[in-house]
């Protein structure tokens, strides 16, 4: 993690992270809290794993915050070149504020990660993503949230 390891509210520890950009190939999904509650994202994944044929090293959402009522989200894997029946997603480069998660509900960590985007006088960046949730097959962590954030406030 690149800058110097903060915390972010309660028992969260986040850092300053520079991603370089990068081209997913996944699926899509756009829909309600609620129904991202009752596991719509998560069917999103378990479809993706089964059209590529198991799980991969590593899995990245991509959450759009842009609605009232819910919000987008992108999974996909890292894929220089096009993946058959899979949707194409060009990420620029971007900064995160980030947090290991133990799985489950990340509502609760990126909280804290908003939090502490405020503390530090930072911002959203404009146009998004707002989030990027980065899963790795090894398991540890389970999840590494990345809360998407704007160069600080001058």
Same mark, same amino acid.
């Given at each position: 993690? %690149? $800058?110097?390891?903060?915390? =972010?509210?309660?028992?969260?520890k986040?850092?300053?992270?520079? /991603?370089?950009p990068?081209r997913?190939a996944?699926?899509? @999904?756009?829909?309600?809290? %609620?129904?991202?509650a009752?596991? =719509? #994202?998560r069917r999103l994944i378990?479809?993706l794993?089964?059209?590529?044929?198991?799980?991969?090293?590593?899995? @990245?959402? #991509?959450? @759009?915050?842009?609605?009232? &009522?819910?919000?987008? /989200?992108?999974?996909?894997?890292?894929?220089?070149?096009a993946?058959?029946?899979?949707?194409?997603?060009?990420?620029?480069?971007?900064?995160?504020?980030t =947090? &290991? /998660?133990?799985?489950?509900? %990340?509502?609760? #960590?990126?909280?804290?990660l908003q %939090?502490l985007?405020?503390?530090?006088?930072?911002?959203?960046?404009p146009?998004g993503? &707002? *989030?990027? $949730?980065? /899963?790795?097959?090894?398991?540890?962590?389970? *999840?590494?949230?990345?809360?998407? #954030? =704007?160069?600080?406030?001058g």
């Amino acid at each position: 993690m %690149a $800058d110097g390891t903060e915390r =972010a509210g309660g028992t969260v520890k986040a850092a300053l992270v520079d /991603h370089p950009p990068r081209r997913l190939a996944g699926m899509a @999904w756009e829909g309600t809290y %609620a129904e991202a509650a009752d596991g =719509a #994202v998560r069917r999103l994944i378990e479809e993706l794993c089964r059209r590529l044929d198991g799980r991969p090293e590593t899995l @990245w959402g #991509v959450s @759009w915050e842009d609605r009232p &009522d819910g919000f987008r /989200h992108f999974a996909g894997i890292e894929a220089a070149e096009a993946v058959p029946g899979l949707e194409r997603l060009d990420l620029p480069a971007l900064t995160s504020l980030t =947090a &290991d /998660h133990t799985g489950g509900d %990340a509502t609760g #960590v990126y909280g804290a990660l908003q %939090a502490l985007r405020d503390r530090r006088g930072m911002a959203r960046r404009p146009g998004g993503p &707002d *989030m990027l $949730d980065e /899963h790795r097959r090894d398991g540890s962590p389970p *999840m590494r949230a990345h809360l998407v #954030v =704007a160069e600080q406030n001058g």
